[in-house]
């Protein structure tokens, strides 16, 4: 299994800019999560999604959207990149059921400049 | 401001040593909490987690105790190795929140040889 797949690893975007960092998990969760992490500070909730069609804010959603079409996905979108939006993005599945935890992906590092 | 917090942002130990790192939560909400592990360039890895009823929990060399008169986690890492060198989080779970992991600044953790 691959667990949560992350795509890109690593992008440059110019302030203004637009993208859509990607997330997939192939192991059937219900839960999906979005969160970023500044340097040396822990993790801030984005967004996260109870199921597919099913999306909700976290933490710190301004500047951000998702989407949630299928079990397996869970894209996130930035519109008009700022600098502040320069961070290591992670996105995280769980189950729903039992076990709390979550499983991560490997993360996407962003630079706005 | 955050409900979970770290004493120490930074700790040091000799190889073979034992690590304690410290956690503060302030949500008495809080039924489950997780202590995350991650490498530099990496995402968060599980480690050990602790339900609220509980307030000890052993794996393999780590160990978790929990006190929830003074809302207070710690991670005992026995016999300290070059690869436990990482970023240590604590993280819990309101109850009631879908599953929102609400993560701590971490601790880094440091080997020394």
Redesign the interface.
Known sequence: NAG?TQTPKFRILKIGQSMTLQCTQDMNHN?M?W?RQDP??????IY?S?GAGIT?K?EVPNGYNVSRSTTEDFPLRLELAAPSQTSVY?C?S?T?QG?????????TRLTVV | G?S?GLHL?TLSVQEGDNSIINCAYSNSASD?F?WYKQES??????II?IRSNMDKRQGQRVTVLLNKTVKHLSLQIAATQPGDSAVY?CAE?IAGS?????????TQLTVLP
């Open positions: 949560v839960y999560y969160y040396g500070m822990g993790l801030k909730l996260y109870v909700d976290g992670f995280a769980s729903g076990w709390y935890g979550y499983t991560f992906g490997s993360g | 955050e979970v942002p489950y997780i360039g990496k995402g968060p890895q599980f987690d989080f779970n879908a599953r929102q992991l609400t993560f701590g600044s971490g």
